[in-house]
């Protein structure tokens, strides 16, 4: 069994900073991507930035130059950075892992239960 788990959202004015944290345990064998989405009320989710254990990085064009994805290989966590906050940028946000339980085992998506991040004065 793999469990994903969330922190670090909450409430921040305009402009203010927040840093989320993504950790995964259990049964992993190889995690290949690490990532977030939000989602909104009313939107679908969307991607918000995914890390590869290499380090290769891609970024929503909404929130290139102000939030910064990181991974910690050694303990199968993901971080986000997000600065220069917008009210546009609330929502729930996911963590989610793409990984194999054993060897020879296929590679499947496995999803945080979500942190809620709210911008607002």
């Known amino acids: 069994q793999v469990q994903l788990v969330e922190s670090g959202g909450g409430l921040v004015q305009p402009g203010g900073s927040l840093r989320l944290s993504c950790a995964a345990s259990?049964?992993?064998?190889?995690?290949?991507?690490m990532g977030w989405y939000r989602q909104a009320p009313g939107k679908q989710r969307e991607l918000v930035a995914v890390?590869?254990?290499?380090?290769?990085?891609n970024y929503a064009d909404s929130v290139k130059g102000r939030f910064a994805i990181s991974i910690d290989n050694t303990k199968n966590t993901v971080f986000l950075q997000m600065n220069s906050l917008k009210p546009e940028d609330t929502a729930v946000y996911y963590c989610n892992a793409v990984l194999s339980t054993g060897r020879g085992s296929p590679f499947f998506a496995y999803w945080g239960q979500g942190t809620q991040v709210t911008v607002s004065s």
């Open positions: 890390i590869t254990t290499g380090g290769s990085t």
């Open positions: 259990g049964s992993i064998f190889s995690i290949n991507v």
